[in-house]
C-alpha cells in the first residue's frame, strides 16, 4: 500500500536524511518515532508528496507518487491522501461545513452534505456543523482537522504530532478517534509524534535514528 526505496532528502546548506524502506499494508496503524532532528516529519512530508525527494522512490496504492507533477501530485493527494496537521488551520470566514465543502471541491469531487453531517456525527460535531473555527475548542478544531482529512474517504492519513498540543483527556479521545475512523474508513494510519503516551496504544512502528 505504502512502499519506499532508498529514500533520501537534503535541506539547503544540510547534510542528507536517509530514511529505511518502509512497506505498510493497506489498513494498517503505524507511529513513526525518533528524537527531535532524526526526520520524523521529513518522512511524512515525503510520504505524502508534500516533499519530493533528492533520491529513491515513494509508491501508494501501485503509484510512484514521487514522479508526479505538482498538479498530478494535488489531484492524487486530494483523493486518496488524508493530513492530520499538527497545527490545525482552517478558514476563518467559513463555518465548519464550509471549510470541508471546501476539502471536497478542491480536488475535484462534488461536494456532499450529507457525506459532510455523517463525518461530524462521527466525530461527536454534528452541533458544530455551523460554528466557525474562532468558536471551537481546541479538543474539536482537531477533531474537524480530522472530519477534514477523511472526508475524501482517503486510502491513507498521516497525522504529524496529533496530540502534542493535548492534555491527558483529549490526547487519549484523539488518539481512540484517529484509530477508529481509519478502521471504518479501512484507511492506513501513519502518525509521526514523540509523544510517549501514544507508544502503548500501536503496535506497529517504525523507529528513525539519529541523522
Known sequence: ???TSS?????????????????????????????????????????SGLLAPRAGAVHIKDTEISKMGEAQLDAFRGKHIGIVFQVPHFIAALTVSE???????????TIDVKRIESVLTQLNLSS???????????????RVSIARAIINSPAVI???EPTSALDDKNCTEVTALLKQTA???NATLVIVTHDNRLKSEFENKIILEEI
Open 99 to 109: 471549510n470541508l465543502q471546501l476539502a471536497q471541491k478542491l480536488p475535484g469531487n
Open 158 to 160: 498521516f497525522a504529524d
Open 7 to 47: 529514500l533520501t532528502y537534503q535541506y539547503n546548506g544540510g547534510s542528507a536524511m536517509r530514511f529505511p524502506d518502509v512497506s505498510i499494508e493497506q489498513g494498517a496503524h503505524y507511529l513513526i518515532l525518533g528524537t527531535s532532528g532524526t526526520g520524523k516529519t521529513t518522512l511524512l512530508h515525503l510520504l
Open 1 to 3: 500500500m505504502i512502499r
Open 183 to 185: 478502521a471504518d474508513n
Open 128 to 142: 458544530k456543523l455551523n460554528a466557525y473555527p474562532s468558536q471551537l475548542s481546541q479538543g474539536e478544531k482537531q
